[in-house]
């Protein structure tokens, strides 16, 4: 009798842990699909965004080119009054102190 | 119970049966186990086509302040494949609403075909296509294909080149960085869509680049010129910031190119640069130690060889120093001094200039210098001054680098060099000492001699001019010229050479001239005095008041 409640016994226990990891592993699947999903749309997220980033870029170099900015500047030069910048007007900062006392000297006088 | 041997055979199988069977669930329960753990990164996205993955892709290319000079640009095409669209109505109720320029009549009649494959709309935006993919409609998808983009347009066409249909490279630049790899990249697949590849970056200064072309653009309408070169170079590293030849193509219209005006002369065309020529046969004179600075030659006849007679133009029939026969740029005197170098030292110091052979750099385009089969004394006498050989404009500027930069040379480079690398890379081709003379030669051409127009205040110009008559029909042609004018900055430590070139120019209006001093010399005044402050060069006065009364004033 104990003989065979004994082997009842492992019969259960075998189908439990069968059961178990049956259900283990189908679990374990699918969080790893969702993962994998989850995964690939972020790499087509990011492979979009890299696009937009370069179509930015690509933009930004078309609406930053001198070409375009000279055309603009020549175009509205009424307002903006811009000139192109000249040797003299680039000095040195010991030289600008100098200057500046100078004038100061010159106003005070 | 008796054990029979029918018995024992009995249990065996059994025995046999359960091992069998547990080893096939084992191998079942593994498979699934590691099946569950496999990473996920091996399952794609369900978004993404196959085709997006074949698709090449190019790096960018960049100046070198990080301007995007080419890029890759997709555009999505959507299609559907309306067999396979479950719910008709929902899919054109939903595809409106994202795309309101759909006539949901026809678009419901598309979509309820019995076809495989139908294009809805050919060339959508990023945003779109996001917007329909975030709908979830199955049974639409998006093909994509790469258009290569210039933002620089036709200011960089000759240097960056252009692609095929197939975007492979096949002008300029982009066909060097196929040939460096990229397409070995392409067909191992490692190269594809979406993953960054790093950008190549250029020597190239857009605005640089831009100023130089604005400023030839303005000459060649100015003094009605053919064409027009500009080459600036990094006097220290040979690197180009520079280069532009007009006319020149848009690389977005790549069809431009094969029309022969627009190509690139300054590296494929080659020119009897005249006078400019005169500062190698100087510098090679004052190495060779045949001649000093103030060492006398005789001007006062026309020199003649054979039955060639060699005159100057500005004549000034006296004896003149080495420094005179510069500044009055006289042919005779070049000449004499060429044939005290002599014919053998003569093509040793112009094949070190890089002269004899092709220039070698990044691009794949560049043409062989004409050089004379035979070198009697009279080619010894007119090569000195730029006359019998022809070289592309790219060769004068490097030689002329070389001669102004401490006497060294090295191929000139699209990309970043530094001086550390160009000491590596760089041969000697004259000592200091005579650089260093050239250099004075050229700061007194542009003190007192035909470089006075190229003058830029505080920038320190110095230069030589070069008026060559064209050769029309196998004789000089005098009313068409090709004038030059090679400069460098600032002159007592010169950190940039550059070249003018200009193809046939008139006199501009109000003026009677069109040798280079008129035209060449304030072409490249113009360009120094935009470019100077883009190339952080400090400017310097001599007498250093001209800033403070200026300051004073504002």
Known sequence: MSARKARIAVALTCAVVAVGTGAGVFILKKDAERDAKAIGELNRKIAAERQRISELRAEWSALDHPVRLQDLVERHADVLDLAPIGAEQIVTAGRLVTAVRAKREEVSE | ?554
């Open chain 2, 1 to 554: 119970m008796t054990d029979t041997p029918h018995d024992d055979g009995a249990r065996g199988r059994i025995i046999l049966i359960i091992l069998v069977c547990v080893a096939i669930y084992g191998v079942l329960g593994t498979r699934l186990v590691t099946l569950g753990l496999t990473p996920a990164a091996a399952v794609a996205g369900p978004a993404a086509s196959p085709l997006d993955e074949i698709q090449a892709a190019r790096p960018d290319i960049i100046d070198r302040n990080g301007e995007v000079l080419a890029t890759d640009l997709v555009r999505a095409s959507l299609y559907a494949e309306p067999r396979n669209i479950l719910d008709v109505d929902e899919a054109v109720e939903k595809l409106t609403t994202v795309l309101p320029e759909f006539d949901p009549r026809s678009l419901r009649r598309d979509l309820s075909s019995d076809r495989g494959f139908t294009w809805l709309k050919r060339e959508i935006s990023a945003a779109q296509r996001e917007r329909v993919h975030d709908l979830g409609i199955p049974g639409l998808g998006f093909l994509s294909e790469t258009r290569r983009f210039y933002p620089g347009g036709s200011s960089v066409g000759h240097i960056v080149g252009h692609v095929n249909i197939d975007n492979a490279g096949i002008a300029g630049l982009e066909k060097t960085i196929d040939g460096q790899g990229l397409k070995a990249l392409q067909s191992l697949g490692l190269a594809r869509k979406g993953q960054s590849m790093a950008p190549v970056e250029l020597t190239i200064d857009l605005r640089v680049q831009h100023a130089v072309r604005d400023e030839l653009l303005r000459a060649k309408e100015r003094y009605q010129a053919k064409a027009a070169v500009g080459i600036v170079l990094n006097a220290k590293t040979m690197e180009v910031v520079a280069m532009s030849s007009l006319p020149d193509y848009d690389p977005n219209q790549p069809a431009q190119s094969l029309d022969e005006k627009r190509m690139n002369r300054a590296m494929t065309g080659v020119f009897e640069l005249g006078s400019i020529m005169k500062t190698f046969t100087l510098a090679m004179a004052l190495d060779s130690g045949v001649a000093n600075l103030n060492d006398r030659v005789d001007a006062r006849t026309p020199l003649v060889i054979g039955k060639h007679k060699i005159s100057d133009f500005h004549a000034k029939n006296r004896i003149l120093t080495v420094q005179e026969v510069f500044k009055y740029s006289s042919n005779i005197g070049t000449a004499r001094l060429a044939m005290l170098v002599g014919q053998e030292r003569q093509r040793a110091y112009l094949k070190r200039l890089g002269m004899m052979a092709k220039m070698p750099s990044e691009l794949p385009e560049g043409a062989r210098p004409l050089v004379p089969q035979r070198w009697p004394k009279i080619t010894v006498a007119t090569v000195s001054f730029g006359h019998g050989m022809s070289v592309t404009p790219m060769h004068a500027a490097v030689a002329g680098a070389a001669v102004l930069n401490g006497g060294t040379i090295a191929p000139p480079t699209f990309y970043p060099r530094s001086e550390a690398e160009m000491a590596n890379v760089a041969t000697r081709v004259i000592s200091p000492r005579v650089s260093g003379m050239v250099r004075d030669l050229f700061k007194l051409n542009a003190a007192e001699g035909s470089g006075r127009r190229a003058r830029v205040p505080g920038y320190r110009v110095g230069g030589k001019t070069g008026t060559a008559e064209k050769v029309v029909r196998g004789v000089y042609a005098d009313d068409k010229r090709l004038n030059s004018f090679l400069a460098a900055f600032p002159m007592d430590d010169p950190q940039f050479v550059t070249l003018v070139v200009i193809d046939e120019p008139q006199p501009a209006e109000g003026e009677q001239y069109a040798t280079a001093g008129w035209n060449a010399a304030p072409t490249t005044a113009n360009i120094i005095s935009r470019i100077a402050p883009m190339l952080s060069v400090r400017p310097h006065f001599d007498d250093g008041v001209g800033q403070l009364a200026d300051l004073g004033t504002r």
